[in-house]
């Protein structure tokens, strides 16, 4: 069964520090690959979605993910955080075939926590 | 309405009774989902439909849940008989043609089985 993986569930930064957060997918076929964003007291937001061409994918709020299929990874980065990126962040996957389901399958989400 | 809408936003109710909780997609998509997130699990996908039909509802924890979704548009997702396991938020989203994938959430339904 398909399944993501964020190996890091709680993140502390100060403002101003780089932020790289993992997410690692187990389907071997061609998937589309998302970040979704909770800000506190908020509903689920996309952060930025991959489905073809170029791996390193641009999103709101300087937010970039770059693809690599070699290593089933969709990483976030952000050069320079700030206090109101604080958050949860969730990774998703999904196969771009649909088939019978559109469903995402989403992993534990990373809070992330910027100090001032 | 602009987005999804979910009611109620809170719900507390004692085990063994039985609780429904209503999606509201945005006008025109499609597709809809329901989700259940947990402290510390993250989204756990529950069903899938596509119009009034659901092709995965392979998310389904028991057969104490079950959801319907009527004229394409409102979903139900109706958890008889509830547990205490069963308190987390309820989350739907739907999708149209920005995308495939891309899920528009509301807000979320907060289940609490005392």
């Known amino acids: 069964a398909q399944s993501v993986s964020q190996h890091n569930h709680h993140v502390i930064l100060s403002e101003a520090a780089s932020l790289e957060l993992g997410c690692n997918y187990s389907y071997g076929g061609t998937v589309n690959l998302f970040w979704y964003v909770q800000y506190p007291g908020q509903h689920l937001q996309l952060l930025l979605k991959?489905?073809?061409?170029?791996?390193l994918v641009k999103g709101i709020k300087g937010f970039e993910a770059e693809f690599i299929k070699s290593k089933f990874s969709f990483n976030l980065r952000k050069p320079s955080v700030q206090w109101s990126d604080t958050a949860e962040y969730f990774c998703a996957v999904k196969r771009s075939y649909g088939g019978a389901t559109n469903k995402l399958i989403f992993g534990t989400g990373t809070l992330l926590a910027v100090q001032p | 309405g602009a987005g999804v809408s979910q009611s109620p936003s809170n719900k507390v109710t004692e085990k063994g009774k039985d609780v429904e909780l209503r999606c509201d997609p945005i006008s025109g998509h499609t597709a809809l989902y329901w989700y259940r997130q947990s402290l510390g699990q993250g989204l756990e996908f529950l069903i899938y439909f596509q119009g009034n039909s659901a092709p995965d509802k392979s998310g389904l924890p028991s057969d104490r849940f079950s959801a319907e979704r009527t004229g394409g548009s409102v979903s139900t997702l109706t958890i008889q008989r509830t547990q205490q396991e069963d308190s987390a938020v309820y989350l739907c989203?739907?999708?149209?043609?920005?995308?495939?994938?891309?899920?528009?959430f509301g807000e979320g339904s907060r289940l609490t089985v005392l």
């Open positions: 991959y489905f073809s061409g170029d791996p």
């Open positions: 989203a739907s999708s149209g043609n920005r995308g495939p994938g891309e899920l528009f």
